[in-house]
């Protein structure tokens, strides 16, 4: 055994890039993309606008939370826009519309209608749990059924029409603000705050970096590894619904598509941030590096008034680049272990 204690042990700069090259990174990109946006736009600089990027990336940071969960156990989930789609015109279809939407709907009482709604949603997920963990479908796979299962839905339910109306609660927590703020900043904040606690001071917190650091170990500790990515794949669901029925509020109408671009925003938040793709590293306070990544610079983009098929390309050029830290940051650290 070696009597070289870590305290002893000298500095080594080769393991210290390893450990927080993965953190260090998206740090830095926030940091240069706010003085360069700043430095070609006055508009970005303002506090309206940065209160315009926590609002737009809220919904995205919700959908993240419970998208966080899973990549910590080094699952995958394709389905969490998919989901936030149907969701979102699921509780549009328990809500009364107005005449001119051609819309076949089964309207009951506001709260009846989410909790119809939350129930569908833990379904969903509970599915997607069976099928990774019950039947031993890889999560790529099975949620890129359940993606379609979820499209199919949205699409059954509004068939090409658009609707309107949701229950109060949704309305008031999707659009509304209080003190100024956002709702759903404030929800989007609540949900982080939550997710860091649970991972952080929670035994099952600890279970999903196990499950995800070194699967066969969690295993032999006693770790139940199929139930705690169940749980994980129900809570992706679950956040992802919320973030529906809020965004159809946020967004003042449900339709079919138009969650799209949250699947990839979502990933992109988690990974950006500095999570691993291979699982045990990273967590919410990552996410939220990666979210405001993201939202300055698709903001910051805005401001500066680039082609719009351009900004499309440099959102999965700093991606790529984000998928080339995390592989580069794994290979680093191995290394640095041999």
Not at 73 to 97: H, K, P
Not at 111 to 128: D, S, Y
Not at 184 to 202: A, R
Request: hydrophobic content about 55%.
């Amino acid at each position: 055994m070696s009597t070289v204690t870590e305290a002893a042990r000298p500095f080594d700069v080769k393991r210290f890039m390893a450990e927080q090259m993965r953190n260090i990174a998206p740090v830095f990109t926030l940091i240069v993309l706010i003085i360069f946006f700043s430095a070609q736009a006055p508009s970005f600089r303002t506090v309206d606008n940065m209160m315009n990027i926590l609002s737009q990336a809220s919904i995205t940071g919700i959908i993240a939370v419970g998208l966080t969960f899973v990549i910590l156990t080094a699952e995958i989930d394709l389905s969490v826009a998919a989901i936030a789609n149907a969701i979102g015109i699921l509780v549009a279809y328990f809500t009364i519309q107005p005449e001119y939407v051609n819309i076949a709907n089964l309207p009951v009482q506001g709260w009846i209608a989410i909790i119809l709604t939350l129930a569908a949603c833990f379904t969903l997920g509970l599915v997607t749990a069976f099928g990774v963990v019950g039947i031993g479908i890889p999560s790529f796979i099975m949620t890129l059924a359940m993606m379609q299962i979820a499209n199919g839905i949205s699409a059954m339910l509004v068939r090409g029409q658009i609707a309107y109306n949701y229950p109060e609660i949704i309305t008031t927590l999707g659009s509304g603000t209080i003190f100024g703020i956002k709702w759903t900043i404030v929800i989007c904040l609540i949900f982080l705050l939550v997710g860091h606690l649970v991972l952080t001071y929670t035994r099952f917190g600890r279970y999903v970096y196990m499950v995800g650091g070194n699967r066969e170990a969690a295993e032999y500790s006693g770790v139940n590894v199929k139930m705690i990515i169940a749980a994980v794949m129900i809570i992706a669901a679950m956040c992802s619904g919320i973030a529906g029925m809020l965004g159809v509020a946020y967004f003042g109408s449900a339709q079919q598509n138009q969650f799209d671009t949250f699947l990839l925003d979502a990933i992109a938040a988690v990974v950006v941030g500095g999570t691993s793709l291979f699982g045990g590293r990273g967590g919410i306070g990552n996410t939220i590096i990666g979210l405001l990544v993201l939202g300055v610079l698709n903001n910051g983009l805005d401001h500066i008034q680039i082609d719009s098929f351009l900004k499309i390309l440099i959102r999965g050029l700093i991606l790529l680049a984000a998928l080339v830290i995390n592989v580069y940051a794994q290979k680093l650290r191995e290394s640095a272990r041999e």
